[in-house]
């Protein structure tokens, strides 16, 4: 399962991060998700629940902003959004095979920690 692995060394990275910084307390993680990173959004979250048991980060809670997918057109010389996932073209020109500028983040953003 792709998302468990993803889920797995998101945390380690947490638990790095609250390790360096005193040992924090992690209530909600704050993620940054592509939807063409190609991870699926609730297997996500259920990964991290199953992830979290037994580490520092149990009872913690994830949350996910999806990033939409934006490309560059070459054409146009502009930021376009897609017609779909499956078809990186230009929405105005219709220029096939753009440069993704956005959509493919799997990033942590930011950690609340308890006061
Ligand atoms: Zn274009």
């Known amino acids: 399962m792709h ?6 060394s998101m945390i380690d990275q947490i638990l790095e991060e609250s390790e360096t910084r005193g040992g924090l307390d992690v209530e ?3 993620l940054k998700l592509g939807t063409f990173s190609g991870v699926d959004k609730d297997a996500l979250l259920f990964s991290y629940e199953l992830a979290c048991e037994g580490t520092r980060l149990k ?4 949350e996910i902003e999806s990033i939409p997918l934006i490309i560059y057109c070459g054409a ?3 930021n376009r959004t897609p017609p779909s996932m499956y078809q990186l073209s230009c929405p105005e020109c219709g220029t096939p095979g753009q440069t993704i500028v956005s959509g493919r983040e799997i990033e ?7 006061a």
């Open 28 to 30: 909600v993680v704050h």
């Open 3 to 8: 998302e468990l692995s993803i889920a797995i």
């Open 108 to 114: 942590v953003a930011s950690l609340e920690v308890a």
């Open 76 to 78: 146009c010389q502009k």
């Open 59 to 62: 009872g913690s809670r994830l």
